[in-house]
């Protein structure tokens, strides 16, 4: 990574984010940690971790529909030996939504007798919905209630603050702004955050990000960049496969020059909406 992609990961509003999280944690029973099925280690927010290490917790691999499928399955089973409840996702479709209100309600069972104990019966199940920008919190939060109570976007901080919705099962959920953490020592993981579009577009160097998953896809995914652009892959440098995708979507300068800011844009917006196909950046292995 050079300098043009270091970036300020914590703005002030995600300090505010953090502090409010450990202040509202005190009323949740159960916290669901939203992370991106194509980047099951990179969405992880470490700073989380050590906030909710005392609650139920269930992991959703959201995005499901942008992750590849076999690749889902070993990350399901990889959670599953570790005792970890884990539920692939997919927020537009509603697909495995069911399992979740199913699995909140399993996790609330282990913790019920402590609350008739202390006499607290009939309340509802209050869960918090956390995760790192974008990953998809409201789209989850909208699905699962059946309302379109929560903003969602297609861009990193859409939701500037929590808020509680009700379920009809007896559950109420929080929605809660996106969070990253202080700083990403990993360069790896910051250009895997880059790629789904975690992090804000002026924030990054498109260019330098479109490079990086050209390269990791001509690796791991070379059917699938050949059918999308028609191209041919063999004995080609990265740099000579961008040139050849821009040239098959005709973003050139004048004089026939590549232009690379269009075609790295283009390249990573094709990405980002399942258009290159079901792509999984990290493997459980
Ligand atoms: N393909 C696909 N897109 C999804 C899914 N869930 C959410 N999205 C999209 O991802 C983008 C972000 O969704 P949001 O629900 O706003 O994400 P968020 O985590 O609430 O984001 P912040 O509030 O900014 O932290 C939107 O464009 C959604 O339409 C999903 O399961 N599959
Ligand atoms: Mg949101």
Redesign the pocket.
């Known amino acids: 990574m050079n300098e043009s992609t270091k970036i300020n990961w914590y703005p002030g509003h995600m300090a505010k984010t953090k502090k409010q999280i450990i202040e509202d944690l005190k009323l949740i029973d159960v916290v669901i940690e939203?992370l991106d099925a194509r980047i099951p280690i990179s969405s992880r927010n470490p700073d989380l971790e050590s906030l909710i290490e005392n609650k139920e917790r269930i992991i959703i691999l959201?995005?499901?529909?942008?992750a590849d499928e076999y690749e889902t399955k070993e990350w399901i089973n990889l959670y599953k030996k570790k005792g970890v409840t884990a539920i692939a996702?997919?927020?537009?479709?509603g697909n495995g939504i069911a399992e979740v209100i199913k699995n909140i309600k399993n996790e609330y069972e282990k913790i019920k007798e402590k609350y008739i104990k202390k006499g607290r019966i009939g309340k509802t199940i209050k869960v918090m919905v956390i995760?790192?920008?974008?990953?998809?919190?409201?789209?989850?939060i909208?699905k699962i209630s059946k309302r379109n109570a929560?903003?969602?976007?297609?861009?990193?901080?859409?939701?500037k603050q929590k808020k509680w919705i009700k379920l009809d099962e007896g559950i109420e959920l929080m929605?809660t702004?996106?969070m990253l953490w202080p700083k990403i020592e990993n360069s790896n993981m910051a250009i895997n955050l880059a790629f789904v579009g975690t992090i804000g577009e002026k924030a990054i160097d498109n260019e330098e990000i479109a490079y990086y998953l050209i390269e990791y896809l001509a690796k791991e995914y070379p059917n699938k960049l050949i059918e999308r652009y028609n191209i041919e892959l063999e004995g080609k440098e990265t740099i000579e496969i961008i040139e050849e995708i821009a040239k098959k979507r005709g973003a050139l300068i004048s004089g026939g020059n590549v232009d690379l800011g269009r075609i790295s844009d283009i390249i990573l917006n094709e990405f980002r909406?399942?258009k290159i196909g079901r792509i999984t950046i990290e493997f459980p292995r």
């Open positions: 939203i959201n995005k499901v529909d942008l996702v997919n927020s537009n479709s995760g790192i920008p974008n990953v998809g919190k409201s789209s989850f909208n929560q903003e969602v976007g297609n861009k990193p901080g859409v939701t929605d702004p996106g909406s399942g």
